[in-house]
């Protein structure tokens, strides 16, 4: 399995932007298809987008499309969060995930989790 570590979290104001990390260990990274969710207090895990293995094409949630994008960078282990337009509701914590098979929507097809990193927006 491979070992995730989100960053970039924190506190911004409405319609501020942020841009989370997750930085992956191993040499396999490029095998990954990797996901992006987030889970805010009393919800359930919510799918925010997902990126496959050569980064070439993305799937997004509806109500973040347009303004959350995917990105990765096979050569740094790294994938990416660009979050633009945010909202007081976009408040939770961040999940990056790997899948080393297909590259779904759901908590369940990946196989490898982060801890999360935070974001708040403030209205």
């Known amino acids: 399995q491979v070992q995730l570590v989100e960053s970039g979290g924190g506190l911004v104001q409405a319609g501020g932007s942020l841009r989370l990390s997750c930085a992956a260990s191993?040499?396999?990274?490029?095998?990954?298809?990797m996901g992006w969710f987030r889970q805010a207090p009393g919800k359930e895990r919510e799918f925010v987008t997902v990126?496959?293995?050569?980064?070439?094409?993305?799937r997004d949630a509806d109500s973040m499309k347009g303004r959350f994008t995917i990105s990765r960078d096979n050569a740094k282990n790294t994938v990416y969060l660009q979050m633009n337009s945010l909202k007081p509701e976009d408040t939770a914590v961040y999940y990056c995930?790997?899948?080393?098979?297909?590259?779904?929507?759901?908590?369940?097809?990946?196989?490898?989790w982060g801890q999360g990193t935070q974001v708040t927006v403030s209205s």
């Open positions: 995930a790997a899948a080393s098979s297909g590259w779904g929507t759901k908590p369940a097809d990946f196989g490898s």
């Open positions: 191993g040499r396999t990274f490029s095998s990954y298809a």
């Open positions: 990126i496959n293995r050569s980064g070439g094409m993305t």
